[in-house]
């Protein structure tokens, strides 16, 4: 009896230790098939990305081989125009885009001219008068300026000059306020024509001088004047077809090359006109003509 027993009991210990060898045998393989499963994705995900990385640098490849055939063509292309400019009539169109440049004023330029200074500080109760300030502009080109600023606000020709409460605004930027109402004006041109046409032309000057509004007038080497930082937008004129002969005879009317004509089209009163600004809208009306 008690040997049957203990052969049982020997049996399931040999049983149970049976059980677990093969348990952790059965786990041991489960885990091995498992890390292999994983490993082989891993290697099909990074063949994957290989080959995705592969056609990325291709394409690259491609595309750097296109942009440098581009750049090849531009050059090219480049070097055709700059030998024509190298003749006569590259030449002259260079000049005309210079002058376009100039006329619309989306460049800075420098020259020799005159700079005027009016400062009111004298007459807090009366300071001056913002058609002053436009005829003298209109004074300048008139006498031949090429280029005007007031307060660094380069004028063009769609620039308004106008006052909103006791601030004076050109181009929509105020260059004064009810504290301090000093403007420099600078003009690129012949200084000496500037200088006498602004003094003897509608008496401008010396009215001013006689209201006590301090005037300067320095003729200078080098005058910087800077660009006009707005942006032009036409919305409803549109350019007409282009004729030669009415070409040159706009031109000619227009006087370009001669005296104002780089500043563009007039904004305000010519000399000898008053103005009127309400809200930034100019309304001229004429009145007795006076010439230098």
């Known amino acids: 009896m008690n040997m049957n027993m203990k052969m049982r009991m020997k049996w399931k210990k040999w049983q149970v230790a049976a059980t677990i060898v093969a348990l952790t045998l059965g786990i041991l393989l489960v885990t091995q098939f498992n890390t292999a499963t994983v490993i082989a994705q891993g ?3 990074v063949q994957d990305r290989i080959k995705s990385l592969e056609n990325i640098l291709e394409r690259s490849n491609e595309e750097q081989e296109s942009k440098e055939k581009e750049v090849a ?17 590259g030449s002259g169109l260079s000049d005309e885009i210079d002058r376009l440049r100039i006329m619309t004023g989306y460049y800075p330029v420098a020259g020799p001219g005159i700079q005027v200074t009016l400062d009111d500080h004298l007459v807090p109760n009366a300071p001056l008068d913002i ?8 004074i300048l080109r008139y006498a031949g300026a090429e280029a005007i600023a007031v307060n660094g606000q380069r ?20 260059v004064s306020s009810d504290r301090e109402h000093i403007f420099i004006i600078d003009a690129i041109g012949p200084a000496d024509e500037l200088s006498r ?15 006590k509004i301090d005037v300067k007038i ?10 006009y930082t707005d942006t032009q937008k036409f919305r409803f004129a549109k350019p007409l077809p282009d004729k030669p002969t009415e070409s040159r005879a706009l031109r000619n009317s227009n006087g370009v090359g001669a005296k104002g004509s780089a500043t563009g089209t007039t904004t ?12 930034g809208v100019n309304e001229s009306r004429p009145v007795s003509e006076s010439k230098p």
Do not use: F
Request: a positive charge; hydrophobic letters at 40%; glycine letters at 6%.
């Open 73 to 89: 063509l531009l050059k090219a292309e480049l070097d055709k125009y700059e030998k024509v400019a190298k003749g006569d009539v």
């Open 197 to 211: 046409v602004l003094q003897v032309t509608d008496g401008k000057i010396i009215s001013l001088r006689e209201s």
């Open 268 to 279: 305000g009163p010519a000399p000898g006109e008053k103005a009127v600004s309400t809200h």
């Open 43 to 45: 290697r099909s995900q």
């Open 155 to 174: 004028i063009v020709a769609n620039s308004e000059i106008y006052v909103s409460g006791r601030n004076t605004l050109i181009n929509k930027t105020p």
């Open 218 to 227: 320095v003729k200078q080497n080098k005058i910087v004047i800077p660009a």
């Open 131 to 138: 058609l002053d300030l436009m005829d003298i502009v209109n």
